[in-house]
Protein backbone atom coordinates (compact mmCIF):
# COMPACT_ATOMS: atom_id res chain seq x y z
CA UNK A 1 0.00 0.00 0.00
CA UNK A 2 1.23 3.74 0.59
CA UNK A 3 2.47 6.22 2.69
CA UNK A 4 1.45 9.63 2.25
CA UNK A 5 1.74 12.70 3.55
CA UNK A 6 -0.24 16.54 3.33
CA UNK A 7 3.08 19.01 4.58
CA UNK A 8 2.66 22.03 6.28
CA UNK A 9 2.19 23.65 3.08
CA UNK A 10 -0.60 21.62 1.82
CA UNK A 11 0.87 19.51 -1.00
CA UNK A 12 0.21 15.85 -1.27
CA UNK A 13 3.46 13.49 -0.96
CA UNK A 14 2.85 10.13 -1.81
CA UNK A 15 5.70 7.38 -0.94
CA UNK A 16 7.96 10.26 -0.84
CA UNK A 17 7.19 12.12 -4.12
CA UNK A 18 5.09 15.03 -4.48
CA UNK A 19 1.91 14.31 -6.25
CA UNK A 20 1.26 16.62 -9.36
CA UNK A 21 -2.08 18.14 -10.83
CA UNK A 22 -2.90 15.82 -13.87
CA UNK A 23 -5.77 18.79 -14.95
CA UNK A 24 -4.09 22.28 -13.73
CA UNK A 25 -0.95 24.15 -15.29
CA UNK A 26 1.09 26.78 -15.06
CA UNK A 27 3.71 28.91 -17.12
CA UNK A 28 6.98 28.96 -15.73
CA UNK A 29 10.33 30.59 -17.44
CA UNK A 30 12.98 28.13 -17.70
CA UNK A 31 16.81 28.05 -17.09
CA UNK A 32 17.89 27.08 -20.55
CA UNK A 33 15.83 28.74 -22.53
CA UNK A 34 14.18 32.61 -23.38
CA UNK A 35 10.64 30.66 -23.79
CA UNK A 36 8.66 30.04 -21.06
CA UNK A 37 7.33 25.96 -20.58
CA UNK A 38 4.22 24.81 -19.05
CA UNK A 39 4.13 22.32 -15.89
CA UNK A 40 1.67 20.95 -13.79
CA UNK A 41 0.98 22.22 -10.56
CA UNK A 42 1.61 20.47 -7.47
CA UNK A 43 -1.51 18.74 -5.82
CA UNK A 44 -2.71 20.29 -2.72
CA UNK A 45 -5.29 21.46 0.01
CA UNK A 46 -5.86 25.36 -2.20
CA UNK A 47 -7.38 23.13 -4.83
CA UNK A 48 -11.28 22.63 -5.26
CA UNK A 49 -10.89 18.97 -6.15
CA UNK A 50 -8.79 18.21 -2.80
CA UNK A 51 -11.03 16.92 -0.81
CA UNK A 52 -11.08 17.63 3.09
CA UNK A 53 -13.07 14.56 4.01
CA UNK A 54 -10.27 11.64 5.46
CA UNK A 55 -11.55 8.57 6.60
CA UNK A 56 -10.31 5.71 8.57
CA UNK A 57 -11.40 1.98 7.03
CA UNK A 58 -10.75 -1.03 8.39
CA UNK A 59 -10.81 -0.81 12.14
CA UNK A 60 -7.82 2.06 11.63
CA UNK A 61 -5.67 0.17 9.20
CA UNK A 62 -6.54 2.19 6.04
CA UNK A 63 -6.42 5.92 5.54
CA UNK A 64 -8.72 7.64 2.44
CA UNK A 65 -8.50 10.64 0.60
CA UNK A 66 -10.97 11.80 -1.33
CA UNK A 67 -8.70 13.93 -4.70
CA UNK A 68 -9.51 14.61 -8.49
CA UNK A 69 -12.35 12.20 -9.62
CA UNK A 70 -11.55 9.36 -7.15
CA UNK A 71 -9.99 8.29 -3.89
CA UNK A 72 -6.46 7.29 -2.70
CA UNK A 73 -5.69 4.65 0.22
CA UNK A 74 -3.04 4.92 2.71
CA UNK A 75 -1.53 2.73 4.64
CA UNK A 76 -0.24 5.78 6.96
CA UNK A 77 -1.39 9.73 6.14
CA UNK A 78 0.35 12.42 8.08
CA UNK A 79 -1.11 15.84 8.25
CA UNK A 80 1.12 18.31 8.88
CA UNK A 81 -1.09 21.62 8.57
Known amino acids: ?5 INK ?8 KIKYCPYST ?3 ATATS ?5 VNKRC ?3 CAL ?9 SG ?3 SINICKG ?7 IDER
Open 1 to 5: MQKGK
Open 9 to 16: DGNLIING
Open 26 to 28: IMT
Open 34 to 38: AGKKQ
Open 44 to 46: GDW
Open 50 to 58: FGENISVRG
Open 61 to 63: KLT
Open 71 to 77: EILFDEL
